[in-house]
């Protein structure tokens, strides 16, 4: 069973960046389309971007030229670079795939405050 496992969240100030990272342990998530999600307290788990087995990418409207979400096969992994961060940014950050097919990581925390 493939395992996900998110990391790069942290605290960071408004207008900061971070990258997080999903690292799949097996190479199947290469056949998927991937996705980055999120879920803010008392939120559902909303989709934030996704990136197709071919590099194509889609934002939701919160994610929009600000976030960029990029994959590496070699690696079996999924990146967010998120830039110009907002306090309602603030949430668990967490990948899978647009079918939501593989069983959820831990997730990454995010906090945008000053």
């Known amino acids: 069973q493939v395992q996900l496992v998110e990391s790069g969240g942290g605290l960071v100030q408004p207008g900061g960046s971070l990258r997080l990272a999903c690292a799949a342990s097996?190479?199947?998530?290469?056949?998927?389309?991937m996705g980055w999600y999120r879920q803010a307290p008392g939120k559902q788990r909303e989709l934030v971007a996704s990136?197709?087995?071919?590099?194509?990418?889609n934002y939701g409207d919160p994610a929009k030229g600000r976030f960029t979400i990029s994959r590496d096969n070699a690696k079996n992994t999924v990146y967010l670079q998120m830039n110009s961060l907002k306090p309602e940014d603030t949430a668990v950050y967490y990948c899978n795939s647009l079918g939501r097919s593989f069983q959820w990581g831990q997730g990454t925390q995010v906090t945008v405050s000053s």
């Open positions: 097996g190479s199947v998530v290469n056949l998927y389309t």
């Open positions: 990136i197709t087995t071919g590099g194509g990418t």
